[in-house]
């Protein structure tokens, strides 16, 4: 399984970025893709995942209505729309496939090596 993450990087306060992480090599089993990310310091946090057999989305509190995730099944590909970005979304992001939301939120079965969101005040 290869999880490459793309599209990190610094923007101030309010500003936005794109994250998509190309997937492959898994089975159809692996039926949830999403973000987590982790801050210096700071827990894991899952961020956001979407079900690539029927697209429903999942957010955490911390970034729904600034978030948006979206998939390309045909390209293995899911994009993570950054906005409103607030200095607290400072962390490395981290793609991961599973089977299950929960799982997901707490990592997943693969993820990739993620990719630095720097938000500056």
């Known amino acids: 399984v290869q999880l490459v993450e793309s599209g990190g990087g610094s923007v101030q306060a309010g500003g936005s970025l794109r994250l998509s992480c190309a997937a492959s090599g898994f089975t159809d089993d692996y039926v949830i893709i999403g973000w987590w990310r982790q801050a210096p310091g700071k827990e894991r946090e899952g961020v956001s995942c979407?079900?690539?057999?029927?697209?429903?989305?999942y957010y955490s509190d911390s970034v729904k209505g600034r978030f948006t995730i979206s998939s390309d099944n045909d390209k293995n590909t899911v994009y993570l729309q950054m906005q409103t970005l607030k200095v607290e979304d400072t962390a490395v992001y981290y793609c991961?496939?599973?089977?299950?939301?929960?799982?997901?939120?707490?990592?997943?079965?693969?993820w990739g090596k993620g990719t630095l969101v720097t938000v500056s005040s």
């Open positions: 991961a496939i599973a089977d299950r939301v929960e799982r997901l939120w707490n990592r997943g079965d693969f």
């Open positions: 979407i079900r690539r057999t029927d697209g429903r989305t």
